[in-house]
């Protein structure tokens, strides 16, 4: 009895994620230019020729795994979507970011590679730029709504933290205290410049 088009859709969803993991596992563990496709479709278990009929190159790939990544990223953000003030929705922001780290380490471990060698940052360029652009947006548009009138440059040095916060835990994640640094981000960023900070209930 042929499938239908629902179960060849959901075969084909699957084979991608089996492949986008491969890739990860294998540019983490070789680095990307070590990694060959061969690499990837052993790590997956497939032929090559399955792997080219989703995937036509490695470049191809790498931007399949740094979109998911940024899915991800996507997906954090929206746990700011208005619901509460703008301080809780920040604070949301945070802890779902760093949650999304202890969940993708491998993503995050791929992501600090990635930035270290000329030829996968070529390959990502102009989308990696444009999605810590949007990111950052985000982040001051949250942040002026707090009441931080340095929102722009504050944007950045919160994405900045995120982002150090993320690679510190993905090289480390048995002795980084990723929970009591999200605590410390939210209380120096999710409150007006003028309110005094809380103190912490032990």
Known sequence: MPRSPERNQQLRAESVRRLLAAA????????????????????????????????????????AVFHEGARDVAEAFGAGAPAGSAAERLERVIRRSLEIVRERRDFWLLSYMVRHQPRTAEVLGEELSAWAAAVRVQLETLLEEIGHRDAPALSRV??????????????????????ATADSLVRHFCRPPSAPARRQSS
Request: glycine residues 10%; aromatic residues 12%; charged residues 25%.
């Open 158 to 179: 919160l994405f900045g933290a995120i982002d150090g916060v993320a690679q510190h835990y993905a090289l480390d994640p048995e002795a980084y205290p990723l929970d």
């Open 24 to 63: 990860r596992a294998t540019f983490v563990r070789l680095g990307y230019d070590g990694a060959t496709i061969r690499d990837i479709a052993q790590e997956a278990g497939v032929a090559q020729g399955l792997l080219y009929n989703y995937f036509p190159s490695k470049d191809d790939l790498l931007r």
